[in-house]
């Protein structure tokens, strides 16, 4: 089972757990954890330190990832990824 990590998405809402974000262990069959389970306040993922996207020295362009059947995603200022 995965371990998931999760920190709220509004600091001044949050209880001390999702302030400072919280690790859960969670099926993958299951969807994504959206609330906080002790303040019911809504969290946000964390992307994993550990499966951080490996470096790439030359960054292929958005046209070029594209034609290589790649599904390019960009991440926004609230954690969320959308498709270009
Ligand atoms: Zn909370």
Request: proline share 11%; aromatic share 6%.
């Amino acid at each position: 089972m995965p371990l998931y990590e999760y920190i709220t998405t509004d600091p001044e809402k949050g209880c001390r757990i999702c302030q400072k974000g919280f690790e859960l262990r969670r099926p993958v069959s299951r969807p994504p954890l959206e609330a906080c389970p002790l303040c019911r306040n809504p969290v946000k993922k964390l992307v994993s330190k550990s499966v951080a996207s490996p470096k790439i020295s030359k960054p292929l362009s958005v046209s070029d990832a594209k034609k290589a059947g790649f599904t390019v995603l960009e991440k926004r200022d609230q954690g969320t990824y959308e498709k270009l």
